[in-house]
């Protein structure tokens, strides 16, 4: 796979935040109209609200991620490896803020998405706990100091907890009145 240019990048950066900026999210409907999690994606922005809805440690991650120094840009591809499913990359640093991209392969059920940015969130917790992580390079580091390798990339044992326990929630959860599945 191809690097995307910076320039692309910067790009869809600067879009995602226009079209995030031209949102409205009611304050009891979960996340503010600006939060750190972002995406410029409707229906992944729904997904999102409902894992926040419907999953107390989804909740918990993304406020984490919220009253850290993190921006985490949550996007879909279908250009991934076979064995990924999702994955964390730094993309940059600015004098206040980090910044991360989650990518999840599509297609894939709404269930499985929400399982799997909570879990990309987790690893973003514990990016946002680890402040000598500034670059591509030092995640790595960080990942070869506490987590494992699987063979398609590098993980940690709270984030695999933190899907199961997310799934679970999900499942048990009350469905919402849409009745989206």
């Given at each position: 796979?191809?690097?995307v240019?910076?320039?692309?990048?910067?790009?869809?950066?600067?879009?995602?935040?226009?079209?995030?900026?031209?949102?409205?999210?009611?304050?009891?409907?979960?996340?503010?109209?600006?939060?750190?999690?972002r995406?410029?994606?409707?229906a992944?922005?729904?997904?999102?609200?409902?894992?926040?809805r419907?999953?107390?440690?989804?909740?918990s991650?993304?406020?984490t991620?919220?009253?850290?120094?993190?921006?985490?840009?949550?996007?879909?591809?279908?250009?991934?490896?076979?064995e990924?499913?999702?994955?964390?990359?730094?993309?940059?640093?600015?004098?206040?803020?980090?910044?991360?991209?989650?990518?999840?392969?599509?297609?894939?059920?709404?269930?499985?998405?929400?399982?799997?940015?909570?879990?990309?969130?987790?690893?973003?917790?514990?990016?946002?706990?680890?402040?000598?992580?500034?670059d591509?390079?030092?995640?790595?580091?960080?990942?070869?100091?506490?987590?494992?390798?699987?063979?398609?990339?590098?993980?940690?044992?709270?984030?695999?907890?933190?899907?199961?326990i997310?799934?679970?929630?999900?499942?048990?959860?009350?469905?919402?009145?849409?009745?989206?599945?």
């Open positions: 796979m191809r690097p240019p910076r320039r692309a990048r910067c790009l869809v950066t600067f879009v995602s935040c226009v079209l995030l900026a031209a949102s409205k999210t009611p304050a009891s409907d979960g996340p503010a109209p600006m939060p750190h999690v995406t410029a994606h409707a992944i922005r729904e997904l999102i609200r409902e894992g926040y419907r999953s107390p440690t989804f909740r991650l993304f406020d991620v919220e009253g850290s120094d993190l921006i985490v840009y949550v996007e879909t591809t279908t250009l991934a490896p076979p990924a499913v999702a994955w964390l990359q730094y993309e940059g640093t600015s004098p206040v803020n980090r910044f991360l991209r989650i990518f999840v392969k599509v297609p894939t059920s709404d269930e499985a998405l929400i399982v799997l940015v909570g879990h990309e969130l987790q690893h973003a917790t514990e990016v946002a706990a680890a402040s000598d992580v500034r591509q390079h030092s995640l790595e580091a960080l990942y070869r100091r506490t987590g494992d390798w699987s063979g398609a990339g590098w993980d940690s044992a709270a984030a695999r907890l933190v899907s199961k997310v799934r679970d929630e999900m499942r048990s959860a009350v469905q919402p009145a849409s009745g989206r599945r």
